[in-house]
Each structure stands twice: as C-alpha cells, then as structure tokens.
C-alpha cells in the first residue's frame, strides 16, 4: 500500500508527539515510593543465623520528569515534582552525583557494622586512614577552595582524624568565627581561613559547608559481605544494622514479622533525619511490612516520625509506625516484641 504525502506527515507528527510526551526530558525530578525489599539476601554474615521474618530496605524512586510522568505526579499522591537544580548540585553531572550517592552508602553500611558488632560484642578493628570531602556546597565557604578528594588533616592547632572530629570542634564555634582549614591535594598541603556560616535557616548549625566522608578500614570476624548494586544514599543505615545483628545474635529479632524502617546511623548508634519518609511508608505497606521504624529527632515537631505516623493514618495502613532516636530503641523495641 503506498502511503500519500500527508499520511507520512501525519505519521511523524504522531511519533513526535508520542516522543515529547513520553520521551522528552523536562527540567524536573520526580520523586514517588519505590521498593521494600528483604535484607537477607543483601547482607551476608559467614555462619549468620537466619530468622523467620525478614528486613526490609526501603527505597524512593527518582527519575528525571517527561511530560506524562509530570503529569502523572501531579495526580498520584506521595509524588514529588523537584527542580532538577533541588536534586544535583550545581556543577555536579548526576553520573557524579549518583557515585557520590554510591560511596554515601558503603559508609552508611560501614557505620552499621561498627554499630552491629559493637552491640554484638563481635571482633571488629577499626584503623583510620583520612577525612576526604566529597563535595563542597555551593555559596558556603568551602565553595571554590576545597575540592572532591581534597583530604583534611587539621583544623587550627586540632588534628582530624575522623569526620567527628570537624564536627566536634565547629560546634563550639558561632557565625562570624574564622577557622584554619589544613588540607592536603596532590601530595601538597595547604591552609584556607575561613569564617563560618549557618548551615540551616534558624542559624543553629554552622560550619564551611562540605560534604565529608571518613576512610575507615574495618576489619570484623565474622567476615561480611554487601550486594546492595546501585542503591545509594545514607538512609538505609537502621536497617542495615539491625539485620547485621540478627545475624550475628542467637534467637530470631524478627518475631517472625516484617520489619521496615528508615534513618541514618552514625556510629555511636545515633539516627538521623532522611528525606522521603511518607513515600517509605507507602512501599513499606505495598509490601505488608508489619513495623516501621522512622526517626525521632528527639520528639521535635515535624519529625520524621510524625509525617510517617500521618502518612500510616492517610492511607489506613495497619504497620505499626514507632519512633527511634537510636539503634539501641530499635533494638530495645524488637527484643520486647520478640518477648511478648
């Protein structure tokens, strides 16, 4: 059959329009609830004991907006549109962006072995080797001075060690001080003064606005092994640390349920607020999660734990939502289960 001129016009202008609408790539983020899944086959303990139940990693989807998914999170609930800028730093191409990711989360996973080990009472050596910046934000002092892979040394007269160690000595300064940054590039050293600024609107954090991560070497017996693939990302700390110490520990922390959660872990045990909780809440209940752990930021108003209690209540889930400030809450909570 031939096909006249204006079919074959007609036919492009149909496949172009199909391409704008489900193809084109808008300036946006789309951000919507993404998978619970078991624990177990991710995080391998040699010689782990096993449990009936299982942990959940719970994850947010995230993909760049084309004009039918644009439209679709505007209708879907717990969908989240974000200007692409919101997302990825500026001056960072999200292949970068997504590494960064990457590495965020083997320290996630390594501060939840220390945790998980420590509270097991399992052998575990820690040698510290740097404090390396990952990224430097933008319009705060580090910007245009320290750069990805820069390694930290000192701070003034105080050697650093460890991420903490910067923390600890920032938080007994205020906005408007001047600090010494001593840093290493190349095998060259370097000094930057710089005066801080607030890290967040209500001035109570200050600092010079870097990213950071702490090269630890740990080495634990029994041996652990992580395939968790392209997951990036803090969030994940909580569950990987409870799920490392079922393994570790006789007896079943599970109770034989579905457990889910959220939080970044330090490694003292500390959780911390994430980003995408009501979205962690809707997979963790597609997935029939019995109980979710979300962070309490010590009762404050808007915590994570509050917006997952209201998501909990919006959706009429039965997953019982309970709030953390430590590995040691989820910990204490489990083990009362378990009990009951």
Do not use: C, W
């Amino acid at each position: 059959m031939r096909l006249s001129k204006q079919r074959i016009i007609g036919l492009l202008v149909v496949v172009l329009i199909v391409y704008l609408l489900g193809v084109y790539q808008l300036p946006y983020y789309i951000q919507k609830p993404g998978g619970a899944d078991a624990l177990d086959p991710i995080v391998e303990v040699e010689g782990g004991y096993s449990s009936e139940g299982d942990m959940h990693l719970v994850t947010v989807s995230g993909m760049q907006a084309t004009p039918v998914l644009y439209v679709a999170a505007l209708l879907l609930p717990h969908q989240d549109i974000l200007p692409l800028d919101q997302v990825f730093p500026e001056g960072m191409s999200q292949e970068d962006y997504m590494a960064a990711q990457l590495q965020v989360m083997e320290s996630s996973q390594e501060a939840a072995t220390v945790v998980a080990y420590e509270a097991a009472g399992k052998d575990i050596e820690i040698d510290f080797n740097g404090v390396y910046v990952v990224t430097a934000v933008d319009g705060l002092p580090a910007e245009g001075i320290l750069e990805s892979g820069d390694q930290i040394i000192g701070i003034d007269d105080a050697e650093v060690h460890e991420s903490q160690d910067l923390i600890d000595y920032i938080d007994g300064k205020e906005a408007g001080d001047t600090v010494t940054i001593i840093y290493e590039r190349n095998d060259e050293e370097y000094a930057a003064d710089m005066e801080l600024e607030p890290l967040d609107d209500e001035g109570t954090r200050v600092g010079i606005g870097i990213n950071m991560v702490t090269d630890r070497e740990v080495t634990v017996h029994p041996e652990i092994h992580f395939s968790s693939g392209s997951i990036g990302g803090p969030s994940a700390g909580l569950m990987f640390s409870l799920e490392i110490y079922d393994q570790l520990t006789e007896g079943d922390l599970t109770g034989g349920k579905q457990i889910g959660g959220t939080g970044e872990i330090d490694y003292e045990g500390n959780i911390y607020r994430i980003g995408g909780v009501d979205k962690k809440v809707v997979a963790s209940d597609k997935e029939g999660v019995d109980i979710f752990f979300a962070p309490n930021e010590g009762g404050r108003e808007g915590s994570n734990y509050q917006e997952a209690a209201e998501t909990a209540k919006s959706i009429g889930t039965d997953m019982e939502i309970v709030p953390v400030d430590t590995f040691e809450d989820a910990l204490a909570y489990l083990e009362s289960a378990a009990n009951e």
